[in-house]
């Protein structure tokens, strides 16, 4: 069984109360409000390993790694287990 690391964008709901938002060369989950259409390119975004980065809203960027730290924060507001691995004592990190 594969173990969900992706959640699409391109559902009519949102299943999860976070959203993905590229930056600086990963994509980060942040829990900022969406504006339709996914955040835009420059957009100052909170997110959810503790840090305010620009959006990077382009294709390309769609195809960046996910940001371990995101990944595993997210997975706890999914109400998913932790990925196993590093990533796992760093959600409650802070700076
Ligand atoms: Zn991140």
């Known amino acids: 069984m594969v173990t969900g690391a992706y959640w699409e964008d391109t559902m009519p709901y ?4 976070f959203s993905w ?10 829990t900022d409000a969406k504006p ?3 955040y835009p390119t420059g ?4 997110t959810l390993c503790g840090h305010q980065l620009i ?3 382009t294709e390309t960027a769609w ?7 995101c990944n595993a ?3 706890v507001l999914a109400g998913l287990p932790p990925v196993l691995g590093d990533a796992v ?3 409650g990190g802070a700076s």
Do not use: F
């Open 21 to 30: 938002v590229p930056a600086v060369g990963q994509r980060h989950a942040s």
């Open 43 to 46: 957009m100052t975004v909170q």
């Open 14 to 17: 949102r299943p999860h109360p």
């Open 36 to 38: 339709a259409g996914g």
């Open 63 to 69: 195809l960046w790694e996910t940001c371990p730290e």
């Open 55 to 57: 959006a990077d809203n």
């Open 89 to 91: 004592a760093k959600t």
């Open 73 to 75: 924060a997210a997975r």
